[in-house]
């Protein structure tokens, strides 16, 4: 299965961004997908998860969302009430049931939030 992730871009501070995570190859029903983000000069670290129970990373809950859409074979993630910190590569990628990224990572998507 390959992963493409997309819809980061340049935002204001307080603005929503939704990011998408296209799958082909597989069902993305079949799979856990999960988002990740890596800073500027920070480790790449674990954002959210999608399930029929979804979790999140405790500094993002309250603000961002992930969903899926069967039909569209994409999992989304909703950034709501952005903040300069979320600025980040985001990544989207399947994961075990804890969590945890599998197999090689793709390209992802550069968001920017400009205070």
């Known amino acids: 299965v390959q992963l493409q992730a997309s819809g980061g871009g340049l935002v204001q501070a307080g603005g929503s961004l939704r990011l998408s995570c296209a799958a082909s190859?597989?069902?993305?029903?079949?799979?856990?997908v999960g988002w990740f983000r890596q800073a500027p000069g920070k480790e790449r670290e674990f954002v959210a998860a999608?399930?029929?129970?979804?979790s999140y990373a405790d500094s993002v809950k309250g603000r961002f969302t992930i969903s899926r859409d069967n039909a569209k074979n994409t999992v989304y993630l909703r950034i709501d009430t952005l903040k300069p910190e979320d600025t980040a590569v985001y990544y989207c990628?399947?994961?075990?049931?804890?969590?945890?990224?599998?197999?090689?990572w793709g390209q992802g998507t550069l968001v920017t939030v400009s205070s």
């Open positions: 990628q399947p994961v075990d049931f804890d969590d945890r990224p599998l197999g090689s």
């Open positions: 190859g597989r069902a993305i029903s079949r799979l856990v």
């Open positions: 999608f399930k029929s129970n979804p």
